[in-house]
């Protein structure tokens, strides 16, 4: 239980990491190792199919791309930069709070159910498992694909100058 809690830390410390950080690269990296960490973190719940997926397409497809088009773009005026990163923290002071706020919730409403699967069903159809036995994992992930679609959104969005 210890580890768990560990890694846990761990992978509340990298995504802080990947957000707060002012280079998209180093904000690449941050999210691969969280994507690492929430690897093991389901094989150690017993989810090793999410497990696969979350480390071949978060770690591994999406790092790629991520660093393929980081070095693509170009680099900021010093002036401008100096500007976003100041700001940078006033912009997202609420995500440590709200982060602290849902762990709390998500202690004080605990349940205690057993996440791992039985050793026969591991030998059963995939989809089954997917679709019936880990809708848990199905939603995780697609709380991860939006977070990253939304990251995507804020970092590349950018703000429409002279009216274009």
């Known amino acids: 239980m210890n580890i768990m809690i560990f890694l846990l830390v761990l992978l509340v ?18 999210l691969a190792l969280t994507s690492i960490i ?8 017993g ?4 497990a696969v997926f979350e480390l071949s397409v978060c770690a591994g497809l999406i790092s790629v791309v991520f660093i393929s088009v980081i ?21 997202f002071w609420f995500l440590p709070v709200l982060l602290v706020i849902a ?11 057993d996440m ?5 069903i591991l030998i059963a159809d ?7 036995l880990r809708r848990l994992d199905l939603f995780g992930q697609i709380i991860i694909l939006l977070a990253g679609v939304f990251g995507v959104l804020i970092l590349f969005g950018g703000s429409k100058k002279n009216g274009n």
Do not use: C
Request: aromatic share 10%; no cysteine; net charge positive.
């Open 13 to 30: 410390l990298a995504a802080l990491w990947a957000v707060m950080t002012s280079l998209l690269l180093r904000a690449a990296i941050a």
């Open 38 to 45: 929430l690897t093991v973190l389901m094989f150690e719940m």
């Open 47 to 50: 989810a090793p199919l999410a």
């Open 71 to 91: 070095s693509l773009t170009h680099r900021l005026p010093l002036k401008e930069y100096l500007d976003r990163r100041k700001n940078r923290i006033g912009r």
């Open 103 to 113: 762990g709390l919730a998500m202690f004080y409403f605990k349940q205690s159910f």
């Open 116 to 120: 791992r699967l039985p050793a026969k």
């Open 126 to 132: 995939v989809r089954v498992v997917l679709w019936q």
